[in-house]
């Protein structure tokens, strides 16, 4: 079949956000043949090629994408045991991810469980490894198959070539741009148990007699996640986001202390959170909350979310900007009075 190159393609309804401006093109590509073909009108044309998966965690600029936007919707699920005994499975990289989870429970497979409800594509994991209620994509990532731009073939890569760490990888870090990424291989431990490290988790259960199921957990996350806002629902407005719009920042010893000498001029204690303090991570959603800002908070059409202090959604009808000019109040009055600067988590695209 040809290739169905589109022409000013609308970008902001390919995202959760829902901001920006259109691509110059756009293909959609359902097999690996097309990202070849696409990646070759992008070459013939000279322009500039960016990978969509199911645009969770994107801003659009208001100027659009003048280039080709590729959209990744490689369909296709296959499993065997492998020797290890675990169960390896093949996902397309255009899958919903949390359809993904949702097979991989049915059949008793755990290591993803958390993970349930996150939005976006199978592709978009290994890119940011995913991480919520205390497990990360690359903790069952085994491989990773590309169409790789530079070498101009198809390459499978290990995890460890990935070099995952929290919200970072290759992909989004030295190796920007240069995968796309085709396919997805995950190790998931049959008749496994959930992990309910995270506090959050462990309170939903507290009263609950016996191991709670592998479904019970994925259950548990999605409604923790729905009152956060943190689980797209139409009819919630909260959910108009790209999730968290700021990482949590990793601080050293000396910003700690720079960090609790302030907080106590104020009467404030930092808080600890196990999960988070193991990595020397601050809570990022403190910080901002502790700077002024209240949940709700909203400039123009953009706001922060009225049930997360981390996300910043689209009122309806915002512009990419209005939704820039809210991240740099929030980044500059942290600054001012936490002294740390929070680094957004989203992907900017076409500024
Ligand atoms: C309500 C909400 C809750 C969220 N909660 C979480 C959370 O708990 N934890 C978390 O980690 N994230 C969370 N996110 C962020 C987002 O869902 C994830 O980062 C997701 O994995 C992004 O996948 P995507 O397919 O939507 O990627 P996109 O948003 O389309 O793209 C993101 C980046 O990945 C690249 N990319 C996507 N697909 C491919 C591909 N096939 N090949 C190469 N590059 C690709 C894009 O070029 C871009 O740089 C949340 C977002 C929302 C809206």
């Given at each position: ?5 589109q ?9 959760t ?6 691509a110059r093109?756009?293909?959609a ?6 990202v070849e ?8 044309k000279s ?10 965690n ?6 659009g994408?003048?280039g ?10 296959h499993h ?10 093949d996902?397309g990289?255009g ?6 989870v949702a097979q ?7 290591g993803?469980?958390c993970?349930s409800?996150i ?19 690359c903790?069952?990532?085994v491989?990773v198959?590309?169409?790789d731009?530079t070498?101009?073939r198809?390459r499978?890569l290990t ?10 990888s290759?992909f989004?870090t030295?190796q920007r741009?240069r995968?796309?990424?085709l ?5 998931l431990?049959?008749?496994?148990q959930?992990?309910l490290?995270?506090?959050?988790l462990?309170?939903y ?6 191991e ?6 994925r259950?548990?996350v ?8 943190m689980?797209?629902s139409?009819g919630?407005?909260?959910s ?10 990793i601080v050293t ?9 302030r907080?106590a001029?104020?009467g404030?204690q930092?808080p600890?959170y196990p ?6 991570k601050i809570?990022?959603a403190w910080?901002v909350e502790n700077s002024g ?5 909203a400039?123009g059409?953009?706001a922060?979310?009225?049930?997360h202090?981390?996300?910043i959604v689209?009122?309806g009808?915002a512009t990419?900007a209005e939704?820039?000019?809210?991240r740099?109040?929030?980044?500059a009055r942290?600054e001012?009075?936490?002294?740390i600067r929070?680094e ?6 076409g500024?």
């Amino acid at each position: 079949m040809a290739l169905e190159i589109q022409e000013n393609v609308p970008l902001a309804p390919l995202t959760t956000l829902g901001v920006g401006g259109a691509a110059r093109f756009f293909v959609a590509a359902t097999e690996h043949h097309d990202v070849e073909g696409a990646v070759a009108f992008a070459r013939n044309k000279s322009l500039p090629l960016f990978v969509l998966g199911g645009g969770s965690n994107l801003v659009i600029s208001d100027r659009g994408w003048n280039g080709l936007a590729l959209q990744i919707e490689i369909q296709g699920l296959h499993h065997q045991r492998s020797a290890g005994g675990k169960i390896i499975f093949d996902v397309g990289a255009g899958m919903n991810w949390d359809t993904f989870v949702a097979q991989a429970i049915s059949r008793k497979c755990a290591g993803v469980e958390c993970l349930s409800g996150i939005p976006g594509s199978v592709g978009g994991t290994p890119v940011q490894n995913v991480g919520a209620y205390g497990q990360e994509a690359c903790e069952t990532i085994v491989s990773v198959l590309t169409f790789d731009l530079t070498e101009n073939r198809v390459r499978e890569l290990t995890t460890k070539e990935c070099e995952f760490s929290y919200r970072e990888s290759i992909f989004n870090t030295s190796q920007r741009g240069r995968h796309i990424i085709l396919r997805v291989r995950y190790a998931l431990v049959p008749q496994g148990q959930p992990a309910l490290r995270y506090g959050d988790l462990q309170k939903y259960f507290a009263d609950c007699d016996g191991e709670p199921t592998l479904s019970e957990a994925r259950e548990a996350v999605r409604k923790i996640r729905a009152r956060k806002g943190m689980l797209i629902s139409p009819g919630d407005p909260d959910s108009r986001s790209a999730g968290s719009f700021f990482k949590n920042p990793i601080v050293t010893r000396l910003q700690h202390e720079d960090l609790t000498r302030r907080a106590a001029e104020k009467g404030l204690q930092v808080p600890a959170y196990p999960a988070l303090s193991q990595q020397h991570k601050i809570s990022a959603a403190w910080l901002v909350e502790n700077s002024g800002f209240r949940k709700g908070y909203a400039k123009g059409r953009a706001a922060i979310s009225s049930k997360h202090a981390l996300a910043i959604v689209n009122r309806g009808g915002a512009t990419a900007a209005e939704i820039l000019s809210l991240r740099d109040e929030i980044l500059a009055r942290v600054e001012e009075t936490w002294g740390i600067r929070l680094e957004p988590e989203p992907v900017f695209v076409g500024f």
